[in-house]
């Protein structure tokens, strides 16, 4: 053993012609056979031992060295067995330091996670809590039981937008997050809003009557006084116009009288100064709005979100930009009155019968109906505050879903504000608890907001986004918006972006509905999602600005009066919006349905944050293009047809059919990309993931102005570059419209077909994937 050291020590100090020769011979099997080593100091011993020759000096002349197989000498095996307990060393240490690396490389199924006193640090992946657990424990967490003390704890009789009590109630939500462990910080912008006048009134007065002073009052009204004839016009929509048109009924300078209900305020205000109308008085009808004869309405008609005195960017202090105004502003006067107020005018008007179903009052209106409408409406300026919390992320931090609610309220806003802040607020508390105390790790962070000025139109929620819009388009995947999530509880209606689609029937069909009678799919689609439970995302929801402006994927749900969408909540908007009315309203089932709001929101957020891809349908999107662009490919040949002149044959849809067929490529390759991925890959399920969040934000038209046209997505939004507008056009072109020009429509054309193709271009991925046939 002395012997074997002193080798050793003289292979590793690099003693003189210390050298360890080698030689392994493998026969034709493939065995080995011969595995001999010699050290270069014993071969000279072993030569002078064996009588080969006494020349020691013979190895500078001797051919390269051929090993002879070992004696089998106590020593000649000592060294043969210290040398191979050397190399098994060496090759364990290397072999061992190699499998750590490779323990130690992030995968989307493995973890290494340190958790310090504030903040969890993520060193890998975050470990996969099995998706049947999560909804478990947010099942045990959210109880109708938890939502009486939380509604008395937000309900505030008067907490207006900017008003001591709303700050009041921020406050209070804030503190709550900070209970939660939550990382919490408020967002101030100064805004200014339209309210009523502080001295005087506004004022009604039909045919030198007695005037009339209603209290409630339309936001962004223009102010002034004017005197028209009157015209009912039922309840303002476009159809409801087009019947007068068809009468021949001259509609400029007249003051509409049109019913609350079925579009937004905005909406009637808007199609009314269209036609030329003056003024525009909008009241609550007693088939709608029953047994509330003396109602106050209150509501905005800006046509548009946020606020219209800072378009297309934030309301902050001190920001030196120049005057200037929406384009959503009205130009002509609005004012709500009573139920009583109008019937003492309706019953009054001569001139035509009204169409079929218009009412019993029925009659439209002449000339001599004269009336006089004043709107003295002050503009103020109100510091809002949105307050945050946030639960992060193990694995995308910096990628989040964000839940909000809108706080204000005209009045007590019990099913305006009170339930979705409620909502709010228990939803934090239970997916906190979750990460805390039952060990569930979010791959992605969830953000927690409470909206202030959301009755002028979502004001908070929008100059939010516009102060953040370039890092939120890229890192908020979703919104689901909490507003008016309890109204009744006949029906169950769902507002989202298609690319939701998918989520929100796979969550329907998980949540079960009230009193446990199976699940909200079986209750309310009753086999048919599509046509029973998704209705339209509109502009007066909180929801549309994330998804038209933004390009944020978005949803907004909620239990309703009644299965139709025409039935709606009546105190919405009015001073009498109280638990006792939602109570009546949902057959004392409030806190019943809060609980089952709450699960529904959360199980989309949890699903959302949980698995390695976004629960989100690329190809949804392919069949509403392509029955889009049909539907312009029929409309082009009838114009080409009938107006060749306004529309030559060398106007061409390949291009835009193209673009469409890239789409539909771009989509079924991306789904063939997951099918074929490794999972366990953390980029590549974030390059997955980045190009799932591109398809929403690339159908912005980046040919418009923000500011000018702020809802721009081409398929979902409103202004002159979307594919609905571009239908509208051929129709003005067909009938051969004097407004419609072919020049712009080519322009627009043009524009909308290569948004596509740049959409299809993002969801392929890498610049060398292209489908760009264009």
């Known amino acids: 053993m002395d012997q074997a050291r002193s080798t050793i020590s003289k292979i590793f100090n690099g003693e003189p012609h210390s050298y360890t020769r080698f030689n392994l011979t493998q026969n034709m099997e493939g065995d080995n056979s011969q595995v001999e080593m010699k050290l270069s100091s014993d071969i000279d011993e072993e030569v002078g031992e064996n009588g ?54 992030p995968t989307c199924a493995a973890s290494v996670v340190r958790l310090d006193e504030e903040v969890a640090h993520e060193t890998g992946a975050a470990s996969l809590m099995d998706w049947d657990d999560v909804k478990k424990l947010l099942s045990h967490k959210v109880t109708a039981a938890n939502f009486e003390p939380v509604f008395r704890e937000f309900s505030s009789a008067n907490h207006r937008a900017g008003s001591p009590e709303d700050d009041a109630l921020g406050n209070k939500v804030i503190q709550k997050f900070k209970e939660y462990g939550m990382k919490t910080w408020t967002d101030e912008h100064f805004v200014k809003v339209q309210d009523r006048p502080t001295s005087g009134s506004n004022r009604v007065v039909f045919k030198n009557g007695n005037a009339m002073h209603p209290e409630g009052f339309l936001s962004y009204s223009a102010t002034g006084q004017v005197t028209g004839a009157a015209l009912y ?29 079925r579009i937004s305020l905005a909406e009637k205000v808007a199609n009314a100064a269209k036609m030329g109308a003056s003024a525009v008085l909008i009241y609550p009808d007693a088939t709608d709005y029953m047994n509330l004869d003396s109602i106050q309405l209150f509501g905005h008609v800006h046509m548009g979100s946020g606020d219209p005195y800072t378009p297309g960017f934030p309301s902050f202090n001190h920001t030196q930009f120049p005057p200037v105004q929406s384009s959503g502003l009205p130009k002509i006067l609005a004012q709500t009155i009573t139920t009583n107020m109008a019937a003492s005018i309706l019953k009054q008007l001569g001139g035509q019968d009204g169409p079929t179903g218009w009412g019993v009052l029925n009659k439209l209106g ?65 997916i906190s608890d979750m990460v805390k105390n039952d060990g569930f790790k979010p791959r992605r962070s969830i953000v927690f907001a409470s909206w202030s000025a959301g009755e002028y139109g979502s004001v908070g929620a929008t100059e939010w986004l516009e102060g953040y819009v370039s890092s939120l ?55 048919n999602f599509e046509s029973e439970v998704l209705v339209p995302l509109k502009l007066d929801n909180a929801a549309y600005p994330f998804l038209t402006f933004s390009g944020i994927p978005s949803v907004s749900f909620g239990f309703t009066s009644d299965k139709s969408p025409s039935q709606f909540y009546t105190f919405f908007g009015t001073e009498l919006d109280t638990w006792d009315k939602l109570n009546l309203a949902t057959g004392n089932q409030v806190s019943q349905l809060a609980e089952i709001a709450t699960r529904f929101a959360g199980h989309m957020a949890l699903r959302l944050v949980h698995d390695h891809l976004l629960r989100m349908d690329v190809m949804k999107y392919d069949k509403i293009i392509r ?63 980045d190009r799932i969040m591109a398809v929403e934000r690339n159908f912005l038209s980046p040919f418009v102005s923000p500011r000018e046209n702020p809802f721009r997505h081409i398929l979902l939004g409103s202004g002159s570059h979307s594919l609905e507008a571009l239908s509208v056009h051929l129709d003005a072109l067909r009938t051969d419209n004097p407004e419609a020009d072919a020049n712009l429509f080519r322009n627009q054309f043009a524009l909308a077909t290569w948004t596509i193709q740049g959409c299809a271009n993002s969801l392929a991925g890498d610049v060398w994937s292209l489908d760009n046939e264009i």
């Open 366 to 430: 002449e000339e001599s109906d004269q009336i006089t409408v004043e709107v003295n409406n002050i503009l103020t300026e109100k510091k809002i505050n949105n307050v945050f919390g946030v639960i992060k992320g193990f694995v995308d931090a910096d990628r989040y879903v964000v839940i909000g609610a809108q706080r204000d309220a005209w009045g007590p806003g019990f099913a305006a504000s009170t339930v979705g802040t409620s909502v709010l607020v228990e939803l934090a508390r239970s």
């Open 233 to 261: 016009a039922y309840y303002g929509q476009e159809s409801d116009l087009s019947l007068l048109q068809d009468r021949s009924i001259n509609m400029t300078g007249r003051v509409m009288l049109v019913r609350a209900g």
């Open 52 to 105: 080969v020759g006494d020349n020691r000096n013979h190895n500078s002349n001797r051919k390269p060295y051929v090993a002879q197989k070992l004696g089998r000498t106590p020593k000649n095996l000592c060294f043969m067995a210290a040398a191979t307990l050397l190399i098994f060393i060496i090759g364990y240490l290397l072999g061992y330091l190699v499998h750590r690396k490779k323990d130690l490389a």
């Open 627 to 689: 029955t889009r662009v049909a539907q312009i490919n029929g409309k082009v040949k009838a114009v080409q047809r009938l107006q060749p002149k306004r529309l030559p044959k060398d106007l061409t849809m390949q291009w835009l059919m193209s673009a469409s067929g890239s789409y539909s490529r771009a989509s079924r390759n991306l789904a063939t990309d997951i099918q074929n991925s490794d999972l366990e890959d953390i980029e590549m399920c974030r390059i997955i993931n």
């Open 473 to 527: 388009s890229m890192k908020a995947f979703s919104y689901i918006n909490l507003d008016g999530v309890v109204t009744g509880q006949k029906g169950f209606k769902v507002a989202a972006s298609p690319l939701m689609h998918s989520l929100i029937e796979s969550t329907l069909n998980e949540v079960n509905s009230p009193n446990n009678a199976g699940t909200l799919f079986s209750r309310f689609a009753k086999g």
